[in-house]
């Protein structure tokens, strides 16, 4: 029986034999699972054993006694079940299952293995093969094909420790495992010390597609788990003997457990539950009795802990008992902890004095024992299992990292690995450089690797056994040495560069054929209409990962194509594509791609740098295949669309939209900016579905509406959008009306255009810009995204100047026009306070038509208006807020841009007058100080001496 006669048996129609005219619903159903039976186990009789399926529906017990012949008919059948039921669901799961999709293998080892006496025989963990998702069948022509799944082939497993020996490594089968099976391994562990060790499982696999052949040509796989091996599993402490009380081979103990290991916040419930004593009397061939007491605890109490004593307890042979003699006075001992007397560390101590009288001649003993608590931070220890999690889970290779002495990259490390973000510097010695008075470090690579792996195995070990003795009192310290190691082996990291030079993975080759291979498909697609929409979803689900991954590829082997400007990094080859996309701003972009100089050469050497990165080190072999083995396949399956355009999907989502959301023309709960989109959405969705097009346009406007609906907004999520949404409305402001906005350089709205953004199949041209950021959801989170893309698209708009609008400087200050935008530099004298700057400056003058304008400070310095500052002034046109002028601040002498003229400006100074540096814009004018050589555009000796002269006083 196939899925088409299963389906057949639900035809509706009025013939007297279709059960779907009839009305009874329980009768339906039970004719309905009748009729299935019968098939599956070519018996009519399965409902029918004791009443007919009339009778059973007359009454509560008929009913009942139907169901219970069903349930003892289907248990005598278990066989044919198998045979024939089964397959037929399996079936029609994968059917409707999704693609399956490649994985790494799982590997299902703990992060902790417990030894005993460091020994460990036919130790076990799973590895089961990693895809997911069901194989599919479909129609090749009348024939049904069904799809093998992906297989994963584990070739080796070996074994690397820190101390003692992981042996006799075997697998439980070298097949290759098919979706959802698994393989054991199994291993032995010998001479782990007291300490434990840290194990690290290198295992290889190859990988194969649903025809069977080994992708990536064969190639083996590696992944890495680490375990850490414990000699110590629980925190029990060890018996140590207090007293003992011997004669003629019969011994009497007083005994406790030390030391004992307590979390800090767990102590009030943990220590009045731990076994403190142990009065015990070994075997003798007499019979006697024996006795033992705990006399004295010193000190009795500390911190709102108490250690009781214990009276005299009798003893038989053979006998023991176990006391727990903590008590704890919560309030006192919190109050310890708040005071800080005990921390992460702390061990309290008492002295115990205890009795014992053995059997008969046996003499009384008494002595005395310390018993130790351990104090440790369960936040400590959480926080070094987390980088510890971190680390092991994306496991570092030592080829990928420089191995001999190495100038960090140029980085900055003002204090051993605290400097997460690292500047550039210009330095080149482990010294103090003088242009920011930080300190540069030079770093061993080969040290730093060796540091890096000796600092994850210790806070392993201590992440994952808190009271192991080695480790308890360092949660903290082991935590920040990995964090200092990770950041330092990380200024190692070579770059793609590097690593392709010594041969490492190359994908070029295989995405090229992909590119090659989704051109094609592309040429001969012709729309939604043409084909069955689910199958074209599918498709065109992979022909996105195709798409972006070969956009990737193009960024990052494409000829040296980056520009860069103060604030935005702009790609060529993005720009040819948005000239080609719209011819509207032709001027704008094509100054953009004009407007070249050597700095911005060189830095695109190193924007093309990261896109290698970006490519190499975010698709390996394995990735290229899948996307070019799921493209083929979807593409093979196209088939031509049946019933026509489909609306019901569209029509469920406008319903669940608007049950749900509704179209009020503003909202209180979202956004403004995600609520107009919304409702934009579903206006045209409202459009599709009143006149369809076709199965693309209806599916587009689902999907549009399903996108708008995900990125409604919370007002009260706290990130704040209002200032990006106002920047990008001046903005589209500034285009609309883009002739009014030249006095000068079509580059200026070039550059509004790039940092606004603009997409392209689905793609934005600029990652990062202001549409980009405002349309992506997990900016939800990253506040600092947001106003990072509202700074840089208020830079690009204080570039411009609204057409006759003109800033004219009081008696205070002078301005001059920019060479290198439609802005202007106006210069104001050292240490003005910010609030003070616009009463330098005229009211502006502007035409007719804009209103309201009032100064924006972008970026000021904290107190004072120092060089650099940008004051742009927005006014109103059509009810729109415009920027209409903008002006940078220029201090004469303040090089540095914090307002005031000292000894670091003469420092920076010097340095561009020696060429070691060099300054543009507001601080070159700044640096420009001497009015006899400042027309020459170059920094002098001259220019040097009169910002000296000024910042110690001295007559300029």
């Known amino acids: 029986m196939d899925l088409a006669s299963l389906l057949s048996l639900f035809g509706r129609s009025t013939a007297p034999n279709n059960f779907l005219a009839q009305t009874n619903i329980i009768k339906q159903v039970l004719d309905i699972l009748n009729r299935i039976l019968n098939v599956l186990f070519n018996d009519a009789t399965i409902l029918q054993n004791t009443a007919s399926l009339d009778n059973a529906i007359l009454n509560q017990a008929n009913l009942k006694q139907t169901i219970i012949d069903l349930l003892l ?65 479909y129609m090749d022509g009348s024939t049904r094909v069904q799809d093998n799944q992906y297989k994963c082939q584990i070739t080796s497993v070996t074994c690397t420790t ?76 060890t018996m140590r003997i207090i007293a003992e009380s011997s004669y003629v081979g019969n011994s009497a103990y007083c005994r406790l457990y030390s030391p004992r290991y307590v979390s800090i916040e767990g102590a009030v419930e943990t220590l009045p539950n731990l076994r403190t004593y142990r009065f015990d009397h070994e075997f003798s061939t007499q019979v006697s009795r024996s006795w033992a007491k705990i006399n004295s605890t010193t000190p009795a109490t500390q911190n709102g802990i108490t250690l009781g004593t214990v009276a005299k307890q009798e003893m038989k042979v053979d006998e023991s008992f176990d006391y727990y003699s903590f008590t704890v006075n919560a309030a006192t001992y919190d109050a310890a902890v708040t005071a800080g007397t005990i921390t992460s560390g702390t061990t309290l101590t008492w002295a115990v004095n205890g009795t014992v009288k053995g059997k008969d001649l046996a003499k009384e003993k008494s002595g005395t024992q310390n018993l130790q608590v351990n104090f440790y931070n369960n936040a400590d220890v959480d926080e070094c299992k987390e980088i510890t999690n971190r680390e092991t889970g994306n496991v570092k290779i030592a080829s990928d990292y420089k191995t001999g002495t190495v100038y960090a990259d140029k980085v900055l490390k003002s204090t051993p690995g605290t400097e997460e973000d690292p500047q550039m510097t210009n330095f080149t010695e482990t010294g103090v450089d003088p242009e920011t008075g930080e300190t540069v470090t030079v770093i061993d690579g080969a040290q730093a690797w060796a540091t890096y792996v000796s600092a994850l195995n210790n806070a392993i070990r201590h992440a994952y056994q808190a009271w192991n003795a080695n480790s308890v009192y360092a949660h903290k310290a082991a935590y920040e040495a990995l964090r200092i190691a990770t950041n330092d082996v990380n ?125 190499v080190g975010g698709y390996t072999a394995l990735d290229v295949n899948q996307i070019s083995n799921l493209l083929q396949r979807t593409y093979a399956r196209l088939l031509p669309r049946e019933g026509g355009t489909k609306t019901e999907y569209l029509a469920a989502e406008i319903a669940s939209a608007l049950a749900i959301y509704g179209s009020a023309a503003t909202s209180t709960t979202y956004s403004e900016k995600s609520w107009s989109r919304y409702l934009d959405r579903l206006a045209t969705a409202q459009a599709e579905l009143a006149a ?38 001046a903005a589209q402001a500034v285009l609309a009306n883009h002739t009014d906005f030249l006095k000068g350089q079509n580059k200026v709205i070039g550059l509004v255009i790039a940092a606004l953004g603009r997409t392209l199949d689905d793609v934005n041209l600029f990652p990062g810009a202001a549409l980009d950021v405002v349309d992506t959801p997990y900016a939800l989170d990253d506040q600092d995204r947001i106003d990072d893309a509202e700074l840089k698209l208020r830079m690009a708009l204080s570039n411009v100047r609204y057409a006759t609008t003109a800033i004219d400087p009081n008696a205070g200050a002078t301005t001059e026009n920019q060479t290198e935008n439609d802005a202007y530099y106006a210069f104001v004298p050292a240490n003005l306070a910010i609030a003070n700057v616009y009463g330098y400056f005229n009211a502006i003058t502007v035409p007719a038509n804009v209103t309201d304008v009032l100064p924006v400070t972008i ?98």
């Open 692 to 729: 369809p097009i076709n199965n693309q346009t209806v599916f587009d406007a689902k999907y549009h509406l399903q996108r708008a609906v995900n990125g409604l907004i919370l007002i009260e999520d706290g990130a704040d959008y209002s200032g990006l949404e106002d920047a990008i409305a």
């Open 491 to 615: 200024y190692c990291k070579k770059t793609s560069y590097e690593i392709a030079q010594e041969g490492g993975e190359n994908n070029d080759t295989a995405v090229e054929a992909l590119k090659t291979l989704y051109e094609g498909y592309e040429d001969n697609l012709d729309s939604y209409k043409d084909y069955m929409l689910y199958r074209f979803n599918r498709y065109e689900d992979n022909a996105r990962s195709a798409r972006n991954l070969i956009n990737i590829y193009k960024r990052a082997t494409a000829v040296i194509d980056t520009k860069v400007f103060p604030y935005i990094n702009i790609s060529v080859t993005e720009l040819n594509q948005l000239l080609a996309l719209d011819t509207t701003y032709a001027p704008y972009i094509s100054a953009l791609l004009e407007d070249r100089t050597p700095a911005e050469i060189e830095g695109s050497g190193k924007a093309k740098a990261e896109a290698v990165k970006t490519y």
């Open 162 to 237: 820190t101390a003692g020996t992981v042996s006799n490594i075997s697998l439980s089968t070298t097949a290759a495992l098919d979706y959802g099976q698994s393989l054991t391994v199994t291993y032995n562990v010998a001479s782990v010390p007291a300490a434990g060790s840290v194990a690290k499982f290198n295992i290889k696999y190859k990988v194969f597609d649903e025809d069977g052949n080994a992708m990536s040509n064969g190639k083996v796989f590696e992944a890495n788990r680490y375990t850490y091996l414990s000699q110590n599993p629980t925190d029990e402490g």
């Open 859 to 956: 970026t000021p310095n904290a107190t004072n208006a120092g060089t650099g500052t940008v004051v742009t002034y927005y006014g109103k046109l059509g009810g729109v807020s415009i920027p209409v002028a903008s002006y940078s601040v220029v201090v004469i002498g303040d090089v540095t841009g914090d307002s005031a003229i000292d000894s670091a400006d003469a420092m920076l100074a010097d340095l561009v007058v020696n060429t070691h540096k060099e300054v543009d814009g507001a601080f070159l004018k700044a640096a420009l100080a001497d009015p006899a050589t400042a027309a020459g555009g170059i920094v002098t000796i001259e220019a040097l001496g009169v910002i000296l002269n000024i910042a110690v006083g001295a007559a300029a």
């Open 73 to 137: 008919a289907l248990n005598t059948r278990k066989a044919p079940i198998l045979t024939n039921l089964f397959p037929v669901l399996a079936k029609f799961i994968s059917d409707w299952g999704g693609e399956q999709v490649l994985a790494n293998p799982i590997i299902g080892l703990e992060n902790r293995v417990d030894t005993t006496n460091g020994a460990l025989t036919d130790a076990t963990f799973t590895i089961a093969n990693g895809a997911k998702g069901v194989w599919r069948s």
